[in-house]
């Protein structure tokens, strides 16, 4: 039971950073917002209830107001669809934390919930949930995505997979400086039975005698880490029918990390 709390703990963690992004750039806009120009363009034309149309007309002030409004209204139609769009992005994570909250709460059936999903949408929201991270650290993303159909898959399952995944090749390049930070995120079908989904880093790797032991509850290297993430992935993915495995050439070498899981096209679902 603790361990189903550290994980939950943990994993609702890696999310909130994201809603906590969100919310502030949310908050920027909105303190920032041009439509503060509304007031100060009504206060000119409430200063001229007999004379409105001379105002209009004739005076130097006066005869910008109506441009000026119109570009009001394009900067705040802009303003308001960021707005959405962040909301968006934020809704799409605060959904993710119920979701491991529930999975977790109803954890002795771990039963899978698929729904029909595209997978590389998918690693776009895991990507954008590290957002900050990855631009803070300067990593580049190279996106290396089959054309890959339609396919049943347990969403949030997947999305903390990739989360972690993606913060822990993060974290693995913090100390390259003499080289760009490259992470590759690969995706497709294998054997025409199975979904393969990798993350690759260029960071610090993994010490041969580590390989196995990184998967562990508890086990890390770093002076911050918990060494919670990897175990819930490697759980994750048994509970999708599928395993995740790690792969390093040595330390200094980078490394790679790749789930498979079983392929369900929609259609056969159906
Ligand atoms: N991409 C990677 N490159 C090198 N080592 C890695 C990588 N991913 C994981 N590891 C090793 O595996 C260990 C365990 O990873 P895990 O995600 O479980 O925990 P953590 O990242 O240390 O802490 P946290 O619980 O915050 O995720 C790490 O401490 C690190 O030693
Ligand atoms: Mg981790």
Excluded: W
């Amino acid at each position: 039971m603790a361990e189903i709390a550290t994980n939950v703990l943990h994993n609702v963690g890696n999310v909130l950073n994201s809603v906590n992004i969100s919310s502030d750039l949310i908050t920027r806009k909105l303190r920032n917002s041009k439509a503060q120009g509304l007031g100060k363009a009504m206060q000119l034309i409430n200063e001229h209830p007999d004379d409105l149309g001379t105002f209009l007309s004739e005076d130097a002030k006066g005869k910008l107001l109506p441009g000026y409004l119109n570009q009001l209204v394009v900067a705040i139609t802009q303003e308001q669809q960021e707005m959405l769009d962040e909301l968006n992005q934020m809704n799409k994570s605060v959904d993710h934390i119920k979701d491991i909250v529930a999975t977790q709460q109803s954890y002795a059936g771990a039963n899978s919930m698929t729904e029909p999903l595209f997978i590389n949408e998918l690693l776009e929201d895991a990507l954008r949930m590290n957002a900050g991270a990855l631009t803070r650290h300067h990593v580049t993303v190279v996106r290396e995505y089959a054309d890959v159909p339609q396919v049943m898959g347990d969403k949030h399952r997947l999305l903390l997979i990739l989360i972690n995944l993606i913060s822990n090749a993060k974290y693995a390049m913090s100390d390259l400086s003499n080289r760009p930070r490259t992470m590759t995120l690969t995706v497709r079908i294998v054997d025409d039975n199975f979904l393969e989904i990798s993350v690759k880093d260029d960071g610090e790797g993994i010490a041969p005698e580590n390989m196995t032991r990184i998967f562990a509850h508890g086990f890390t290297t770093r002076k911050e880490g918990h060494g919670f993430g990897l175990h819930s992935c490697a759980l994750a993915a048994i509970e999708m029918n599928g395993h995740l495995t790690a792969h390093s050439d040595g330390p200094g070498q980078g490394a790679l990390f790749t789930l498979q899981i079983p392929l369900i096209s929609v259609t056969e679902n159906a």
